[in-house]
């Protein structure tokens, strides 16, 4: 970035530098005499020795975003103030992208979850102000038989498809209705201010019916249809909450009935919300009998291979359901208010099997929102660490901006309480947030978690590159290290050493798995079951063994 140099008499410009000229275009000689309120515009009263942001006014009326630092110094026997001016497009550019992506789907240019959830509660909130009458209709679309095709033709044929899908649904819309990709396969589209509760169904059946004439959506010629779940506001639900749940039910039962169909949503479907009662009632007894277990994923330096520390992620072995995914379990337990007491047994758990490790390795443990703002919070890792023995500076905690925009005041005071430990505190997720970059600043981070959207085929998105380098900047500018989830390539992993990365995790790695299955680094003895797993600690990026691959085309 250019930096510019004046020395200034109060608001008076005695001397500036060539940088300074060059930047705005105004010769030194010039420049020498005018105010500062000519080149910035705006009030400089609270000028000071912190850094702030203004507007830099060049000769040909262009306006540069700068950042502005002064300091004291004694010049020519006198008391001035030597400002440095440096110029921060690039950064701002790069931090517009950030926020882009943080609300629209990268591989289809879609709006993605966030921006969805943002739209629909607008739409809802708008309808209970006007009250005009009419239906909101949510449809919520999912891809049959989309596994296979990543399965038999590859992920590049998944993605392509999925491109297809939107282009194909975006061409079916009104002004006024919205569709977002929701990750994965599925789809969301929003149909505000309907006066016949049928346009849903019309809406539904174009979709359709387009995507079954489209056939260059299939690779190798088969057919791949869809099926849409519809549930409309104020008829079939009374908050945004219910209304996904309906929709959702209703696809369900679109599924089930043949696929390559629509269903709206009737009260008889309730068999799928008495189902996820249930779950929250086991979920909340799940503890008690033992039915939660950690698996971890390790943590490497990229640049060495060399192990750091692991991520602990809960498991839920339920005794008739079997082993129940987290993308299940998990929105269950932060509906139901679960999810406090199943990260407080992830915390004691992943801190007492760390305290048991030969090697003083990282354990990293998600926070929920509940947690965070649970008045006891900082008290109860206290307690933690000190029944557990583990070493405060070996506990990391992950919490999400999600987590912190609920109560910032009170995030704020909490992590302090939880730092003042000798915890390190890691923002997770960065970059899918509103306002990553602000708090980056305002909360006492030791590490920055690039979420995994963003290396996603880094190495072959250009734009995604940037993207990542400017976050890698903003680290290595606030001296934070950084840490790149959903490593899942050797292309992602080769592009994140040579842009000097200094942490990796992800499939490509080393996938999660149970602790005495890393007994070589933890001294955690694991049943003779198998080979052992070749050592990962040579000094090149081709020592990472890579594990199975996720999907790309996953959220």
Known sequence: AVEGLIVCDGHRIISANDSMATLTGIATATLNGMQLGDLFGSDMSGFGEQPQEAELSGRDGTSIPVELIARSIDYCGKPHNVVAV???????????????????????????????????????????????????????????????????????AGDAMLQKVAHCVTGILRQGQMVARLGGDEFAIIAPN???????????????????????????????????????????????????????????????EGKDTYRYFEASMGAEARDKRVMEHELRQADSRQEFYLVYQPQKEISSGKMVGFEALVRWRHPTRGDVSPSIFIPVAEDSGAIGQIGEWVLTAACEEAARWENPLTVAVNVSAVQLHNTNFSRKVHETLLNSGLAPGRLELEITETALVKDMPRALATLRQVKALGVRVAMDDFGTGYSSLSNLRAFPFDKIKIDGSFIKSVDKNGQVAAIVRAVLGLGRGLGLPVLAEGVETLGELKFLDAEACEIGQGYYIGKSALIEEFGDLTGVVAPAVGSKPASLRDRSVLAFAPAPVLGLNRA
Do not use: C, W
């Open 86 to 156: 440096r110029d921060i497009r690039e950064r701002k550019k790069a931090e517009q992208e950030i926020l882009r992506l943080a609300h629209f789907d990268p591989l289809t240019g879609l709006a993605n979850r966030r921006s969805f959830s943002g739209r629909l509660e607008t739409e809802i909130a708008a309808m209970g102000r006007t009250r005009k009458g009419g239906q909101l209709a949510l449809l919520l679309l999912d891809l049959d038989r989309f596994k296979e095709v990543n399965d038999l033709y590859g992920h590049g």
């Open 194 to 256: 309907l006066t016949d509760p049928l346009e849903a169904g019309r809406i539904a059946n174009a979709v359709l019916t387009a995507m079954r004439e489209e056939n260059r959506l299939s690779v190798g010629g088969g057919l791949v249809s869809a099926s849409i779940g519809i549930a409309l506001y104020p008829s079939d639900a009374e908050n945004q909450a219910s209304l996904i749940s309906h929709a959702d039910t209703a696809l369900y039962r679109a599924k089930t």
